[in-house]
């Protein structure tokens, strides 16, 4: 696994194939966070489903889709009595492992693109 900018660290399992010039429909990564350690406020245009694997459970903050993070996320404990979290595209999403470390995979549908990637810029907090 190799360093996240938004925080964490990931590898990327799997991308369906394309012909050249077609979006990728699929795109699989593992995440990992460790105790107490953050994932920036970031976006990801397309829908992504996160699916807990193991570790501690992770919180996740649904900031909604505006120009920045709501003040008042809706928060989703994935790992515990739920162990997955739909996140629509263009939602504003952070993810916090308090009690330890957390893996989980993140699968993003069409696939993940970098210049479809936000990362709140530390102005916008």
Request: glycine share 10%; net charge negative; proline share 6%.
């Amino acid at each position: 696994m190799i360093p996240h900018e938004e925080g964490g660290y990931y590898a990327e399992i799997w991308r369906k194939p394309t012909v050249q010039g077609e979006e990728c429909p699929l795109s699989h990564i593992y995440y990992l966070l460790n105790q107490k350690e953050k994932a920036r406020w970031h976006r990801v245009a397309s829908d992504e489903i996160w699916l807990f694997h193991c570790g501690s459970p992770l919180t996740l903050y649904l900031g909604g889709n505006g120009d920045r993070p709501s003040h008042a996320p809706n928060v989703v404990v994935i790992g515990e009595a739920v162990f997955h979290c739909l996140i629509p595209g263009g939602t504003w999403q952070s993810a916090e492992a308090k009690e330890g470390m957390a893996l989980v995979s993140c699968i993003v549908s069409p696939g993940f693109q970098q210049e479809h990637w936000e990362l709140l810029s530390k102005e916008n907090l």
